[in-house]
C-alpha cells in the first residue's frame, strides 16, 4: 500500500541511546537489529532513525560530513543494509534523517567553498560582505546563541550558521546545492530507504536581500528569553515562500519510488500549524509534517483543540505528523507533571490522546516504559546547547539517555562499557524486561492500545469533530461515513463528569481507563479517558 503513512505510527529511535553492540557506550545500527523484536512486538508502522551520517558529531549527527556514508560510530553500510533487510522482513518501514539545510564545516563542499570567491562552490553556502564598521549584515542570532554569522579571513566574508558555527547553512538559492541535495536522497532511495524525516524544513531558504528579523511580539511584563534566539520573530532568516517549490521537488522524486514517504519538521514559533498545512497541501508537497505545538508545556483542551482545527482549517487536504516528545525536547511526562497525580496514568492517557487524533503519529523511544525526563549533572552534559545555558535551559541530553532494557542496574544491558550519558534509577526501575513480565505495565498498555488503533481505522484517517466542553475536559468525535466514535479525555489530576445528549444506550470501549458511564453522564479519574462507539450519525452535545 503506497499509503501506508497515512494514519501510521513512525517509532523513533536515536541510535546512540538504542542499543550498543561493541561495548563502546554508544548505541549502534548492529545493537537496533539487535531490538528490532521489541519494535516490531509495540505494532507500530515504521522506524525514523535520527542522523546516522558520517560527522564529527559536534551536534550528535546533525552536522553531516558525508551525507553517502555511515559513521563509524553506528557501523557501516553493510550495517545499514542489514538493519534495511531485517525491518523490512518484519514488516516495518525505514525512514531516516535528512540534514540538508547545513552541513559540518568539515563537508567538502564547505572546505571548497571557503577557499575564496571564485571556486565552483563558493556560492553553495551563504556568504556576506561585512558592514562598513566590520560588523556582520544583520541581526541574525544562531538557535544555539551569538550571531549567526562567523567570519572566515580567507574570503573576507561572513558565512551564515543558523546552528553552531561548525554547522555552516547550505545556499537553496542555488540550484546546484538543490540538486546535490536530491542527488542524496536519490543514493538512499536506491539504497532501499522508505523515506526521509527532513530536519528543520522550514530553515532551507533564507531572504535573499538579508533583512533584519523584526523583535519578537511578547508581553511588556515578560522578562528577557533565557536564549537570545527567542527575542526576535525570525521573518527572513527562515520559513522563506520559496522553499514550497522545492519540497515540489522532493515530492516528485519520492514519486519515482512508490511508498516512499517524508516527514518535514517545521520549526517556527508563529507559524508552525499554516506551515505544516502549506507543505503537506495540494497532494505535490511532502506528505507529512510536525511541529512543536505539542512538544511544550501547554496540556489544557482549547491549546489541542484551537492547533487541531487551524491545521485542518487552513490546509483540509493537509496531512500531520503529531508528536508529543522526541530528541529535542524534555519528554512529556516530565513537562506535563503538573497535570497528573500519577506519571504512569498520565502515560496511558497520553498514548490514547495523541493515537485517537487525525493524522499519523510519531512515538520516541522509550515513551512506551513511561520514562520520565533524565535529571542530568552539568558535568554529566554534551549537548552544546544546554553547557552554553545551563541551568536555565539544560539542554537536550534529559530525553536523550540510553534505553534500558534489562533487570537491575545501570546501564540495564544497553552496553557493556560505560554509556554515552547515564542512566539513572528512574530509568533503571521501568525496564523493559520487568515490563515484559508485567500485564499491567505501560509498555503492555502501548502494545494495546496501538493494536486497539489498528482495530478501528477510523481513528487513523477518520475525521475529527471537537465538541464544546469546559475545561478541563478535551472531547471530539471521530467518523469515516459508517463509523463514529467519542473520544472524551480528563486533562487534569481532578475528577470531572460530563453530561451530554446522545450517550444513552452507549457502552465504554474496554480501552477506556478511569471512566464511568451511566446515562448520559461520563464521570472521569485523574487523567481518565474513554471511548465510546457512537451509532452512525449521532451528534453529542453538551447542553451549557
Not at 532551507?204 to 534566539?229: C, G, I, T
Not at 484551537?306 to 512529556?332: A, L, M, Q, Y
Request: with cysteine; hydrophobic share 35%; charged share 20%.
Amino acid at each position: 500500500m503506497t499509503e501506508w503513512w497515512r494514519g501510521g505510527v513512525i517509532y523513533q529511535v536515536y541510535p546512540r541511546s538504542f542499543q550498543d553492540s561493541n561495548g563502546d557506550g554508544v548505541g549502534d545500527l548492529p545493537g537496533i537489529i539487535r531490538r528490532l523484536d521489541h519494535i516490531q512486538s509495540l505494532g507500530v508502522d515504521c522506524i525514523w532513525l535520527s542522523p546516522i551520517t558520517r560527522s564529527p558529531q559536534a551536534d550528535m549527527g546533525y552536522d553531516v560530513s558525508d551525507y553517502q556514508d555511515v559513521d563509524p560510530l553506528f557501523g557501516s553500510l553493510h550495517d545499514f543494509d542489514s538493519l534495511l533487510e531485517q525491518a523490512h522482513a518484519r514488516g516495518l518501514k525505514v525512514i531516516m534523517d535528512q540534514v540538508v539545510s547545513h552541513t559540518s564545516d568539515l563537508h567538502p563542499w564547505f572546505q571548497e567553498s571557503r577557499l575564496n570567491r571564485t571556486n565552483a562552490r563558493a556560492d553553495w553556502y551563504i556568504w556576506a560582505d561585512p558592514l562598513s564598521d566590520g560588523s556582520p549584515p544583520n541581526n541574525w542570532p544562531a538557535v544555539f546563541g551569538g550571531r549567526a554569522w562567523e567570519w572566515n579571513p580567507t574570503r573576507g566574508q561572513y558565512y551564515m550558521h543558523n546552528f553552531l558555527t561548525s554547522q555552516p547553512d547550505l545556499n537553496f538559492h542555488n540550484e546546484a546545492v538543490q540538486q546535490a541535495v536530491l542527488d542524496v536522497m536519490r543514493f538512499w532511495l536506491e539504497r532501499g530507504i522508505d523515506g526521509f524525516r527532513l530536519d528543520t524544513v522550514n530553515y532551507y531558504f533564507h531572504d535573499k536581500q538579508l533583512r533584519s528579523n523584526p523583535p519578537n511580539k511578547l508581553p511588556e511584563h515578560l522578562a528577557y528569553a533565557v536564549n537570545p534566539y527567542d527575542m526576535q520573530e525570525h521573518k527572513y532568516s527562515k520559513s522563506q515562500p520559496e522553499n514550497v517549490a522545492f519540497l515540489r521537488r522532493v515530492r516528485s522524486l519520492l514519486n519515482e519510488y512508490p511508498g516512499a514517504t517524508s516527514v518535514g519538521e517545521v520549526g517556527d514559533s508563529h507559524r508552525s500549524v499554516e506551515l505544516m498545512a502549506e507543505y503537506t497541501s495540494g497532494g505535490d508537497t511532502l506528505h507529512m509534517c510536525y511541529g512543536f505545538d505539542f512538544l511544550g508545556p501547554e496540556f489544557d483542551p482549547e491549546h489541542f483543540r484551537s492547533r487541531i482545527e487551524k491545521f485542518f482549517r487552513t490546509g483540509p487536504d493537509g496531512w500531520p505528523c503529531w508528536s508529543f516528545s522526541n530528541h529535542d525536547v524534555p519528554r512529556h511526562l516530565t513537562r506535563w507533571a503538573p497535570f497528573s497525580q500519577q506519571s504512569q496514568a498520565l502515560a496511558r492517557q497520553a498514548a490514547a490522546l495523541v493515537l485517537s487524533l487525525k493524522g499519523s503519529v510519531c512515538l520516541y523511544q522509550g515513551e512506551e516504559l513511561g520514562l520520565p525526563e533524565t535529571d542530568l549533572l552539568f558535568e554529566e552534559l554534551t549537548d552544546p546547547r544546554g553547557i552554553r545555558f545551563w541551568p536555565e535551559d539544560k539542554g537536550r541530553d534529559g530525553c536523550r539517555t540510553p534505553m534500558p532494557w534489562e533487570h537491575g542496574e545501570a546501564p540495564n544491558g544497553f552496553t557493556t562499557g560505560t554509556p554515552w550519558l547515564p542512566v539513572k534509577p528512574s530509568h533503571s526501575m521501568l525496564n523493559v524486561a520487568d515490563q515484559n513480565a508485567d500485564p499491567a505495565s505501560t509498555l503492555a498498555f502501548y502494545r494495546r492500545i496501538l493494536q486497539w488503533r489498528k482495530a478501528h481505522p477510523v481513528l487513523a484517517t477518520g475525521e475529527i469533530a471537537f465538541i464544546d466542553t469546559d475545561e478541563p475536559i478535551l472531547a471530539y468525535q471521530r467518523s469515516n461515513g459508517d463509523t463514529a466514535m467519542l473520544c472524551v479525555f480528563n486533562l487534569s489530576a481532578e475528577a470531572p463528569e460530563l453530561t451530554a445528549i446522545g450517550l444513552d444506550g452507549a457502552e465504554l470501549d474496554p480501552i477506556s481507563t478511569g471512566a464511568t458511564l451511566s446515562a448520559n453522564t461520563l464521570a472521569l479519574q485523574p487523567n481518565g479517558y474513554a471511548f465510546v462507539s457512537l451509532p452512525v450519525g449521532t451528534n453529542v452535545a453538551v447542553p451549557k
